[in-house]
């Protein structure tokens, strides 16, 4: 110890003068600065105390130490961020930088174990600590369930992960595309009427009651329903539920180059139908929708005679 | 056809594979699913209107009526439905008169009912005079009866059962007799005597006159 | 024939000719073409009943017999037809049916044939005209004369037709070859099998009936047994001239007219009333031209469509020309163009109408039992094909758990199938495709078996509520008939109340609501029959593509 004290006399610059030195290169540069900038701007400092330095501002996050072409790299880590690398130690650095470096498209733990060279067990308890503080967070992947993926903790998930207008928290939005179902038959049915109420040619009322995918997700975007932004294929795959619910049906004209609502040529039109049929007579009967049907025999546990469905229903 | 298809068994690969796991399953899910469980969807309210109404009233007419007709045939004549006696009671009569008389053109002679006592006579020359087709189709019915009759046990119970059977329906077959006697007799010989032969050979006693004997 | 089948046979059978018959009639059913001596040893049944009852099932079409299959001479073999029986079912909506097209007239002849069976032209129109006569005001009658109109019509326009002689053993008709069958009643495969009322020509020929008068009115009770008597005098003693030409419904005819209608209302339903209004006169314009058995109807031009629309309905030619243009532009494809000529040709596409329909029923069913989302996926099954589930989720947009629940219910039920398709021979579950996919014409096979299975549920609980009440019944009918003959007897109105109130008021809440009861199931059965003849027809139509 009493070595160390000498030279620090000896040399009349004391770590906290170097340290700070070696911060306001790092500002001046902010792309990093090697060490042998750092031993051009201080020549009579010993590698020791410069090590010794580097080393501190590495340890409490406020220097970050970067892999290029031309050998180590330091830069100055950014305000927040080294604030809340405080305690950490060298492994959950590397696992933030990692995660860092995945961006917004996130990385699952087995690909952090890989880069990171770390064994499992030990990336698992960092990436505990570090979602603890809040530093990073997992992302459920609408890729793929039960796979997680880590992000910064402040970053948007990309749409890959997100899965787009329809998630939130990495949960599927049903009743979110109901409405927006319920919504867009509303637009189409609503067309159609007054189509059919405008008592012209038939096939001036059919023509009027189409509507293009344009004119859906105008009206859409219109109501401020949604809290994201929708796009136009958004609003298709809405608009193809209802053509699977057997409310709407498509028809895909050739359209004239720069119309409105026009991809490649084409254009998707869209209008309500009435069904083709009441509901049948089978689910007019309580037998249409017994969910014990098959194991409904007269005589039996459950036959017609004790049915409690059919009693439901006759004294409805 | 339905009832198939029940439960993870009745697949013929591991659907598992298919993410439908033991523990995922709906029905394992339920634990111990109640006799009537919980649905979730009730039935669509029947269709309501004239047509519906003039349906359903032509489908409960028909159904009184065809209850009513000589074509509803009761096993005995006292083991009619007690229920319908108050309807008996008013619309026998009416239902009576029109007493149906089949068109026999239109059915097998086998099926017409055997002469009651009024044909016996015939009946006897007939036998007497047994030709020689008459004779070998017997021959073949005694074979055949043989055969038959081995284990058939069954056969005292049913005879009581047809007497007791034959005392409501007797009116109806004397009126069928009188349709019967003039033309088809000497028309339709070899299904006639079919029943007939097997009758006379019964024994010819009385008791076998409607040719109950032969089986 | 599958239990279903039978069951619900039976119960028909049971209900309208007693329990003997039905006996008689299931144990044909299951045991296929039997001779007189088989049935009545393998039923235990009496002689006399099991021929009564061959009697009746023959008299309603419901059996059919012939002999000499097995050799010139062998036993009269009787076979009991299913098609036929469950045709009971039915039996409503052809006389509503004959009501709409022709009156109370024909409303009544169709209901006597199929009370009866079958019967001559004169009988009919007697026992017609006399029921009209007894709904008429005094003074007032009913002439033969319309009746016989009435009757002819019905034979003219096929909706009756003559009963097919009957088959006779014997070398020279043994020798004669089999008639064509009419679709959706296979003849047997027997040589000579019974001929099919179209197989001989006098089917549609009305006969020369001598017949003139009117209907009589049904006399007061005390003079019934003089009437009886009378009236058996008379049949003794007077001929018409159509002795042992009998008649019967023709259920095929009434089909054609079933199909139709539903064609029709399908067009009303999805586009409009004049759309359907030409699909109308196309179908009524091909009827004598198209068989029966035919997929689409021969093509009609425009210009003929134009000349046979109905005059009320003011459509300018242009006007029809779009109409038709958007029929055929339909999905549901009721209407196509054969060509242009004409104006341009179209025809009607009964049987792709058919498949659409029944489509149709299938995804209602799905969607009232499983919901509108399970309804979906079911729809996007018909539509895609063959999809894997992440697909499935992906087009429905419906969240990976619940598709999955929502797929396992319908595989559970078998509305929908699933298909292995292994990426490598042997199979391993990790690299098989799982494909959902839907098969139309199966599942349409399944879902009429449990049509038929929920009418005899819907028979077995109404017999059931009303052996319950049985008791009460038969109370409220005894009480009913004293009151009727009070009144006839000029009783005191104070009589009447008295006994009117032998029955208590919870006696009569019960009363009111057992009957509540009973027309829902009834109704429910004949509702569920519309479901019944849509699959049948599409089921039929795949079999008899021409």
Not at chain 1, 173 to 193: G, R
Not at chain 3, 283 to 312: G, Q
């Amino acid at each position: 110890m009493s070595d160390v004290t000498v030279k620090k006399e000896g040399s009349a610059m004391d770590l906290a003068e170097v340290e700070s030195r070696i911060k306001a290169l790092c500002l001046q540069f902010p792309h990093g600065i090697t060490d042998a900038v750092i031993q051009n701007d201080m020549p009579h400092l010993e590698p020791q105390q410069r090590a010794l330095a580097i080393n501190k501002l590495l340890s409490v996050g406020q220097l970050d130490l970067l892999r290029n072409s031309s050998g180590l790299l330091y830069r100055m880590k950014d305000g927040q961020s080294a604030s809340k690398m405080k305690g950490s130690d060298n492994q959950e650095k590397l696992v933030y930088q990692v995660i860092e470096d995945a961006g917004n498209k996130g990385i699952w733990s087995r690909d952090i174990r890989f880069k990171s060279n770390l064994p499992l067990t030990e990336v698992n308890k960092i990436l505990k600590n570090l979602e603890s503080k809040k530093l990073i967070k997992a992302v459920k992947s609408v890729a793929a369930s039960k796979k997680k993926v880590y992000m910064l903790y402040n970053l948007q998930p990309d749409r890959s992960v997100t899965g787009g207008a329809w998630y939130s928290d990495q949960d599927f939005e049903s009743e979110f595309v109901e409405v927006l179902n319920q919504q867009c038959f509303k637009f189409l049915q609503s067309k159609a009427e007054a189509a059919r109420d405008s008592k012209q040619s038939p096939m001036v009322q059919r023509n009027s009651s189409f509507a293009t995918s344009h004119e859906v997700w105008k009206y859409i975007c219109e109501l401020g329903i949604s809290k994201v932004d929708l796009s136009m294929d958004d609003i298709e795959t809405i608009l193809n539920t209802l053509i699977y619910d057997g409310k709407v049906e498509m028809t895909v004209i050739a359209a004239k180059e720069g119309t409105v609502g026009s991809v490649d040529g084409q254009m998707k039109l869209y209008r309500g139908v009435n069904a083709v049929l009441l509901p049948t007579g089978l689910v007019r009967t309580p037998c249409g929708l017994c969910p014990v049907f098959d194991d409904c025999q007269e005589g039996g546990e459950i036959s017609p005679s004790n049915c409690i469905y059919m009693t439901e229903w006759l004294d409805f | 056809m339905a009832g198939k298809g029940r439960g993870v068994g009745a697949f013929t690969f591991n659907i598992e594979a298919l993410g439908i796991g033991r523990g995922s399953m709906p029905e394992a899910r339920a634990g111990p699913t109640p006799l009537f469980p919980n649905t979730e969807f009730k039935p669509v309210p029947l269709k309501d209107g004239e047509e519906e109404d003039y349906m359903l009233a032509l489908k409960q007419e028909m159904r009184g009526t065809m209850q009513r007709l000589p074509h509803n045939i009761k096993a005995h004549a006292n083991k009619a439905e007690v229920e319908r006696y108050t309807e008996r009671y008013l619309k026998q009569k009416q239902l009576d008169d029109t007493n149906w008389i089949p068109d026999w053109n239109f059915l097998p002679k086998e099926l017409m009912p055997q002469k009651k006592k009024v044909v016996k006579p015939v009946k006897k020359k007939k036998a007497v005079k047994i030709s020689r087709k008459e004779s070998d189709a017997m021959l073949t019915k005694l074979d055949e009866l043989e055969k038959k009759d081995d284990g058939n046990p069954e056969k005292s119970d049913d005879e009581a059962e047809k007497k007791k059977g034959n005392e409501g329906e007797e009116e109806e077959e004397i009126e069928a007799e009188e349709y019967d006697e003039e033309d088809v007799e000497e028309e339709n010989d070899y299904i006639d005597s079919y029943f007939d032969n097997g009758e006379d050979f019964g024994a010819g006693s009385d008791e076998n006159i409607d040719g109950e004997g032969t089986y | 024939m599958t239990a279903q089948e039978v069951r619900l046979c039976g119960l028909l059978l049971q209900e309208h000719f007693g329990e003997v018959v039905e006996k008689v009639g299931t144990h044909l059913l299951k045991s296929g073409a039997q001779n007189l001596r088989t049935i009545l040893h393998e039923t235990g049944i009496s002689l006399d009943l099991v021929k009564k009852s061959l009697c009746v099932l023959v008299q309603h079409g419901a059996c059919v017999f012939s002999s000499g299959r097995k050799g010139p001479g062998s036993p009269t073999e009787y076979r009991t037809s299913c098609d036929r029986i469950l045709r009971i079912l039915r039996y409503p909506r052809y006389i509503y049916t004959a009501k709409t097209l022709y009156g109370d007239t024909g409303e009544l002849i169709i209901e006597e044939l199929l009370q009866r069976g079958h019967m001559t032209m004169s009988s009919t129109v007697k026992t017609v005209a006399d029921r009209l006569t007894q709904n008429m005001e005094d003074g007032r009658s009913m002439d033969y004369n319309e009746v016989s109109n009435s009757f002819s019509n019905l034979v003219e326009t096929h909706f009756l037709q003559r009963c097919p002689p009957p088959p006779r053993a014997g070398p020279k008709e043994s020798a004669t070859p089999a008639p064509p069958a009419i679709p959706g009643t296979p003849a047997a495969p027997v040589s000579n099998a019974p001929p099919t009322a179209e197989s001989f020509p006098d089917c549609y020929k009305v006969p020369h009936v001598t017949l003139t008068g009117r209907g009589k009115r049904q006399l007061s009770s005390e003079d019934v047994d003089d009437q009886r008597n009378a009236k058996k005098a008379k049949m003794d003693s007077e001929t018409h001239g159509d002795e042992g030409i009998c008649w019967q419904v023709n259920f095929e005819r009434f089909h054609l007219h079933f199909r139709d209608q539903a064609i029709i209302s399908a067009v009303a339903n999805k586009l409009d009333q004049t759309s359907s209004e030409i699909v109308r006169t196309m179908l009524r314009m091909s009827e004598v031209t198209t068989s029966p058995s035919a997929t689409c109807t021969k093509p009609l031009s425009a210009n003929e469509i134009f000349r046979s629309l109905p005059t009320n309905y003011n459509i300018l030619r242009p006007i029809l020309d779009q109409y038709l243009t958007l029929l055929v532009d339909d999905p549901m494809e009721f209407v196509g163009k054969a060509g242009e000529s004409g104006g341009g040709m179209y025809v009607v596409n009964m049987h792709r109408a058919l498949a659409n329909l029944a489509r149709a029923t299938l995804e209602s069913v799905v969607q009232e039992r499983f919901g509108s989302r399970s309804a979906r996926i079911f729809r996007l099954l018909l539509r895609k094909r063959h999809l894997e589930q992440k697909q499935v989720e992906d087009f429905a947009m419906i969240p990976a758990k619940e598709a999955k629940d929502m797929l396992y219910s319908l595989l559970s039920q078998n509305l929908v199938q699933l298909q292995e398709v292994p990426k490598t021979p042997d199979y391993a579950p990790s690299r098989t495709f799982y494909l959902y996919t839907v098969n139309q014409l199966p599942t349409s096979r399944m879902l009429l078996q449990n049509c038929y299975k929920t009418v005899a549920n819907l028979i077995e609980r109404r017999l059931y509520e009303s052996k319950e009440s049985k008791r009460l019944l038969e109370k409220s009918q005894r009480i009913e008939a004293i009151l009727a003959s009070l009144q006839a007897s000029g009783a005191e109105p104070e009589q009447l109340t008295e006994v009117e109130e032998m029955i208590t008021a919870p006696e009569k809440q019960q009363l009111d609501a057992l009957r509540l009861h009973i027309n829902k199931l009834d109704s429910a059965e004949n509702q569920v029959d519309e479901t019944i003849f849509l699959i049948e027809s599409y089921i039929t139509s795949t079999a008899t593509t021409s």
